[in-house]
């Protein structure tokens, strides 16, 4: 009985996976990400016992030999997965830590900035009432690209929006950038979400997966937000208070967002989502100004 059921599910898993037409040898990073893909939709389906290496094969619509051609056990495809979901884009602090530690008379001389800001400012302040959401009723339908692939120019206009200033600091606009912008739209990804779901779910089985997603997602995070909030105390653009002290008060919001979404039914909308970037904004703006 066991292996015929496991036979309905591998053929179910078959039907279920996208046609392939004629054999093409595929380069192998290409391979392995079809097989992490297929793998965190199987565990996301079944658990990781639940998961067979004949399920995620055929999700991922190759052989099972094809799979262990790659990986020699699902523990290394769960390794190989939980390295891959782990990569908080951080690269964007390098860029944050540039554009804070410019010049105050090149940031004076480049308006791009403040006209973007205050065509934020002038956006958040027009009216909300009941006309104004229902003429935008028929683009709240919660969906993966509406939800989470908004431009990233909307999001960082949004997120700035919170500003009282014709300008606000370059310390401060460098870490809305990062925190609302980037690190908050990879918080909310359908991939990162899936991958904290399964965190949870095998958190017995695999302690050392949450102690590794504290380290490279938490951890890392706070250090590189923490060397933005210093450089800003040292040019006198960020106030030294409790957030320069303990930078992991301004990541928490990612985290809990990110738990928001795992334990919602249905994704956000863009309206909820836009909603809350400002007030994260906002909450970064009062800890350090």
Known sequence: MRNRNGNERAAKARDEAPARSARCRLPADVRIHQILDAALAEFSASGFVGARIDDIAARAGMSKGGVYTHFGSKDEIFEALLERSLMPPLPGASKAALAARRPKGARKANGANVDRAARA??????????????????????????????????????????????????????????????????????????????????????????????????????????????????????RAGIAARTPLLLVAPLTQACLRQALRAAPATRRELAASRRDYARFIEELLT
């Open 121 to 238: 400012r002038n956006s958040a302040s027009a009216p909300s009432g009941v006309d104004a959401r229902d003429a935008h009723d028929a683009h709240d339908a919660p969906s993966e690209s509406d939800a989470r692939c908004a431009p990233r120019s909307s999001i960082t206009a949004n997120a700035r929006a919170a500003s009282s200033e014709s300008e606000a600091p370059a310390a401060l606009a460098a870490l809305v950038d990062l925190l609302a912008g980037d690190l908050y739209t990879w918080s909310t990804s359908e991939p990162v979400i899936a991958m904290l779901r399964l965190l949870v779910a095998e958190s017995r089985r695999a302690p050392h997966a949450v102690e590794r997603w504290q380290k490279q997602v938490e951890h890392a995070v706070a250090t590189a937000v923490g060397r933005l909030v210093r450089q800003g105390v040292d040019a006198g653009e960020l």
